[in-house]
């Protein structure tokens, strides 16, 4: 019952931020009420999981909800073309491609297939250098995962805190990686470092693959902290929260 209580005055909150760019919404009202109303702008998020678990779509779809709110918007893909990430995003219902034809949206590939990785090359760095340059009020990397595997501790801090330095200036930026990438001290660091961290996971109940995204942490939304959702990936809608109860049937 408590629970609900929560959840009526977290929609007031919700219904209060939508029109404004306080927050990056999601343009779906259930999922961005189970992070309290939204992503704050001016704040770095983590959003991590295995292999599979949704961190792309659901960027895309915090992609799609932050260009409908008239943010500026610049996403760095290491696992799309250009093409492809406009073709998926289409296919989810979540057409971006008048944004990125306007010049609101860019999207920068970042192809590494057949370089040779040499240890002192400073990549994180390269990416700070990048963003600093470029005006976006949003950015988005999907992922990071391939720059911290080949990192060392101290430059993934490093990145982290840049990252953190250029929020502070109000951009918002959010970073999706997969958990392995990290080891387990760095990682409870970065998390530390992030204002939001959502963890993304894809577990078997009977026969039916649930994925679950918990809102581990949302910085000035302590409500939201630990809140599980259910989701669905859906083609021809994004993403869909399914009622945990579902789940468990
Ligand atoms: N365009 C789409 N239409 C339908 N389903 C999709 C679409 N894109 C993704 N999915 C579904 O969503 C699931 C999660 O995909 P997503 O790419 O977001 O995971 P991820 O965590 O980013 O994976 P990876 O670790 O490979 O980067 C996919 O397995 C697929 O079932
Ligand atoms: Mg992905």
């Not at 581990?216 to 993403?239: D, I, M, S, W």
């Amino acid at each position: 019952m408590a629970k609900e209580k929560d959840m009526d005055d977290e929609e007031i909150k919700l219904t209060a931020a939508y029109g404004n760019k306080e927050v990056l919404t999601s343009g779906n009202s259930e999922m961005d009420k189970k992070m309290g109303g939204g992503i704050p702008a001016g704040s770095l998020t983590l959003i991590e999981g295995a292999n599979d678990t949704g961190k792309s779509v659901l960027t895309q779809q915090l992609m799609w909800g932050a260009l409908q709110q008239g943010f500026n918007l610049a996403t760095y893909t290491t696992e799309n073309t250009i093409k492809s990430l406009l073709r998926q995003m289409d296919s989810l219902s979540l057409d971006i491609s008048d944004y990125f034809a306007f010049g609101t949206l860019k999207i920068y590939p970042i192809h590494l297939e057949g370089m040779e990785w040499a240890e002192d090359v400073p990549f994180l760095e390269y990416i700070i250098a990048d963003v600093k340059a470029k005006p976006a009020e949003v950015v988005l990397i999907d992922s990071l995962t391939v720059f911290v595997s080949e990192a060392s501790d101290s430059a993934i801090l490093n990145f982290f805190a840049s990252c953190v330095n250029i929020c502070d200036g109000g951009r918002t930026i959010l970073i999706t990686a997969h958990t392995f990438a990290f080891g387990e001290e760095v990682l409870t660091r970065v998390r530390s470092i992030c204002d939001a961290h959502l963890s993304l996971k894809k577990e078997e109940v009977g026969d039916r693959l649930i994925r679950t995204m918990e809102v581990a942490k949302v910085r000035g939304a302590q409500r939201t902290t630990g809140n599980v959702v259910a989701f669905e990936v859906e083609p021809a809608f994004g993403l869909r929260i399914i009622p945990i109860s579902k789940t468990r049937a």
